[in-house]
């Protein structure tokens, strides 16, 4: 699954931004999907996740309650609404194509994008 982020940007803290990730449509709506982040020296991470029906959604800890993952299966769109930014949220945002939960764990089988990148500054 191809896919191409969207919507990053500079935002003071408190501030929200709202991620867009478009996918290959023939595809989108049989897979499950992730966005991830990284910062440099760590491995990427994921941040949430969503069910192919949109039904199921899981959140790293320290965005529960702030970040809220979406789908649009007619227009092949993924989201990720971020509300009261903090200053450990700037990285790079990547989304993911193709995420699958087995042994206990999340995995990311598609490809990235260019991932776009949040910036948390006064």
């Known amino acids: 699954v191809q896919v191409v982020e969207s919507g990053g940007g500079v935002v003071p803290p408190g501030g929200s931004l709202k991620l867009s990730c478009a996918a290959t449509?023939?595809?989108?709506?049989?897979?499950?999907m992730g966005w991830y982040r990284q910062v440099p020296e760590k491995e990427r991470e994921l941040v949430a996740y969503?069910?192919?029906?949109?039904?199921?959604?899981y959140y790293t800890d320290s965005v529960k309650g702030r970040f809220t993952i979406s789908r649009d299966n007619t227009k092949a769109i993924m989201y990720l609404q971020m509300n009261n930014l903090k200053p450990e949220d700037p990285a790079v945002y990547y989304c993911?194509?193709?995420?699958?939960?087995?042994?206990?764990?999340?995995?990311?089988?598609?490809?990235w994008g260019q991932g776009p990148r949040v910036t948390v500054s006064e």
């Open positions: 993911n194509g193709d995420t699958r939960y087995y042994r206990g764990g999340y995995h990311a089988w598609g490809s």
């Open positions: 969503i069910s192919t029906d949109g039904v199921v959604t």
């Open positions: 449509a023939s595809t989108f709506s049989v897979n499950a």
